[in-house]
Nanobody
Framework: QVQLVESGGGLVQAGGSLRLSCAVS????????VGWYRQAPGKQRDWVAL???????SYAESVKGRFTISWDNAKNTVYLQMNSLKPEDTAVYYC????????WGQGTQVTVSS
């Protein structure tokens, strides 16, 4: 079965950078799209970015120009490069497949200090 394993979260100062990784394994499925989501304490889970296997990418307005999503097909890994981080980016970040089945990762904590 499909499994997502996330890594790369941590503590960083405002203005710094982090790169999150989402390793996709299992099958035999053909995953076409993977998204990143985040959830801050006491808030709902919000969409952050989406990438397709042919490298088409889209972003939430709040992160556009600062975050970059990419998919390394050879490594079966989706990345989220986060630059110019702000305290309001603090949240648990999750990756998720969009099809043919929906699978969530376990989440990784990102904390941005002021």
């Amino acid at each position: 079965q499909v499994q997502l394993v996330e890594s790369g979260g941590g503590l960083v100062q405002a203005g710094g950078s982090l790169r999150l990784s989402c390793a996709v394994s299992g099958g035999p499925f053909s995953i076409n799209s993977v998204g990143w989501y985040r959830q801050a304490p006491g808030k709902q889970r919000d969409w952050v970015a989406l990438v397709t296997k042919d490298s088409s990418a889209s972003y939430a307005e709040s992160v556009k120009g600062r975050f970059t999503i990419s998919w390394d097909n050879a490594k079966n890994t989706v990345y989220l490069q986060m630059n110019s981080l702000k305290p309001e980016d603090t949240a648990v970040y999750y990756c998720k497949t969009l099809g043919p089945i929906v699978v969530w990762g376990q989440g990784t904590q990102v904390t941005v200090s002021s």
